[in-house]
T-cell receptor, first 114, second 110 residues
Framework: KAGVTQTPRYLIKTRGQQVTLSCSPISGHRSVSWYQQTPGQGLQFLFEYFSETQRNKGNFPGRFSGRQFSNSRSEMNVSTLELGDSALYLC?????????????FGQGTRLTVV | QKEVEQNSGPLSVPEGAIASLNCTYSDRGSQSFFWYRQYSGKSPELIMFIYSNGDKEDGRFTAQLNKASQYVSLLIRDSQPSDSATYLCAVMEYGNKLVFGAGTILRVKS
């Protein structure tokens, strides 16, 4: 059974550009959550999608957005990149939206903004 | 703001010993608790998931949950050098949102 797949694995972007990251959850999983991990702030929740609906959103500016498609794949977009957006971006896949469910992470996308 | 607290460590244990990692959380209504292992430069790997009071064992790992005292712990028996990593405790909130602690660095010395 394939795990959570994130693409691309590495990205280098210039300040002011925008970027789109992709996450394919484990087959059958309907919930996808996104996290930002930095050395200073640790793992911070960005947002979660379940059945194409955003159910929860973290404390990030509107430059961070996402969506989920009918096949449960999700994308995350960051516009007008800032140096501080350099981080490891992780998505997590869960089977249900009930809460009492395991959450599995993908390998992450390491974004560097220069 | 709901919080999850962990001792940052590093926690050093000799090979073969039991490593004990602890975590406290602020929201008494929290239901689901997770332990992840993260090697440097890698993504978090799910080690244990627990939602009922008491112990849950999986191989060398045992998670212990005490909702009355609002703490969850992870015991690693027969620690190996390959267990050296950062261990992240997380609590799940509404909408499958995981709130993470800062993580405990574990070093197992051979």
């Amino acid at each position: 059974k394939a795990g959570v797949t994130q693409t691309p694995r590495y990205l280098i972007k210039t300040r002011g550009q925008q970027v789109t990251l992709s996450c394919s959850p484990i087959s059958g999983h309907r919930s996808v959550s996104w996290y930002q991990q930095t050395p200073g702030q640790g793992l911070q929740f960005l947002f979660e999608y379940f059945s194409e609906t955003q159910r929860n959103k973290g404390n990030f500016p509107g430059r961070f957005s996402g969506r989920q498609f009918s096949n449960s794949r999700s994308e995350m977009n960051v516009s007008t990149l800032e140096l501080g957006d350099s981080a490891l971006y992780l998505c997590a896949s869960s089977w249900t939206g009930s809460g009492n469910t395991e959450a599995f992470f993908g390998q992450g996308t390491r974004l560097t903004v220069v | 703001q709901k919080e999850v607290e962990q001792n940052s460590g590093p926690l050093s244990v000799p090979e073969g010993a039991i490593a004990s990692l602890n975590c406290t959380y602020s929201d008494r209504g929290s239901q689901s608790f997770f332990w992840y292992r993260q090697y440097s430069g890698k993504s978090p790997e799910l080690i244990m998931f627990i939602y009922s009071n008491g112990d849950k064992e999986d191989g060398r790992f045992t998670a212990q949950l005490n909702k009355a005292s609002q703490y969850v712990s992870l015991l690693i028996r027969d620690s190996q050098p390959s267990d050296s990593a950062t261990y992240l405790c997380a609590v799940m909130e509404y909408g499958n949102k995981l709130v993470f602690g800062a993580g405990t660095i574990l070093r197992v010395k051979s």
